[in-house]
């Protein structure tokens, strides 16, 4: 099994920053994807940004494109996520993902692994 724990989330005005974390533990090696995702309230859960172990992909929502930054380092076996330029409608839990799929997908459906979730409060 994999186990993904977020962390970093937290209340931060808009235009801050924030980074998220996400540490990997458990099987990890047949990890390929991971990924960040988010539900607000009464929304469905989105992708916002993708990476994979193993070669140079990224991929970013429209709506982070240039405020937000997925990165991992492979000794800790951690991904990132930095969020800057941080608006109220970024606030929601943010959730770690992982695939043993070497595909490069924004559907949550395809993801195997999930942690528990971090809010990410920002104030107008």
């Known amino acids: 099994q994999v186990q993904l724990v977020e962390s970093g989330g937290g209340l931060v005005q808009a235009g801050g920053s924030l980074r998220l974390s996400c540490a990997c533990s458990g099987r990890t090696s047949g990890l390929y994807t991971m990924a960040w995702f988010r539900q607000a309230p009464g929304k469905e859960r989105e992708f916002v940004a993708g990476t994979s172990w193993y070669d140079l992909y990224t991929n970013y929502a429209d709506s982070v494109k240039g405020r937000f930054t997925i990165s991992k380092d492979t000794a800790l076996i951690t991904v990132y996520l930095q969020m800057n330029s941080l608006k109220p409608e970024d606030m929601a839990v943010y959730y770690c993902?992982?695939?043993?799929?070497?595909?490069?997908?924004?559907?949550?459906?395809?993801?195997?692994?999930w942690g528990q979730g971090t809010q990410v409060t920002v104030s107008s």
């Open positions: 993902a992982g695939s043993r799929r070497n595909e490069q997908r924004v559907q949550d459906r395809y993801y195997e692994y």
